[in-house]
């Protein structure tokens, strides 16, 4: 069954939900993993792009557009449709809602960060993989 994983920075943390996105597909692409980073339009799909060349001086992370990316040459695909491919290990989920093909994945990364709107998304999401009964663990990130 779908593990999934809620991540939620601290008022004091810095950085946003994007910022985080990096990190943890930077980690996950460390242990070997595929990485499948779902947003909500292709504004931020193209800004997650932008974001994990720069996120960090002097790191690498291979990563590519679904719509342009090869995917055995990239094992972290950012895109915003109803699909994800042939990828099923790790998701990283963006958007605001819970996309239909979620629980092909191993994980679930939800991550959420300091704007209300955000929030009251991730409650919702929450409930959702709750009321389901997924195996759920929280994660207060401080720093």
């Not at 060349?53 to 109803?82: K, M, Q, V, Y």
């Not at 290990?89 to 819970?98: G, P, Q, S």
Request: charged share 30%.
């Amino acid at each position: 069954m779908t593990q999934v994983d809620f991540y939620i920075l601290a008022e004091q943390a810095p950085g946003n939900r994007h910022a985080l996105a990096c990190r943890l597909a930077e980690k996950a692409w460390q242990q070997g993993r595929r990485i499948y980073l779902h947003t909500s339009s292709a504004e931020e799909s193209r800004h997650m792009d932008r974001l994990l060349w720069t996120f960090r001086d002097g790191s690498f992370i291979p990563h590519g557009l679904t719509e342009n990316a090869d995917p055995t040459l990239n094992p972290i695909l950012i895109g915003n449709d109803n699909s994800a491919g042939e990828e099923h290990d790790v998701l990283i989920n963006l958007a605001t809602t819970v996309p239909d093909f979620f629980s092909r994945f191993e994980r679930i990364a939800e991550l959420i960060d300091h704007d209300p709107e955000i929030r009251k998304a991730g409650r919702d999401r929450y409930r959702f993989y709750r009321d389901r009964g997924y195996p759920m663990q929280t994660h207060d990130i401080k720093r």
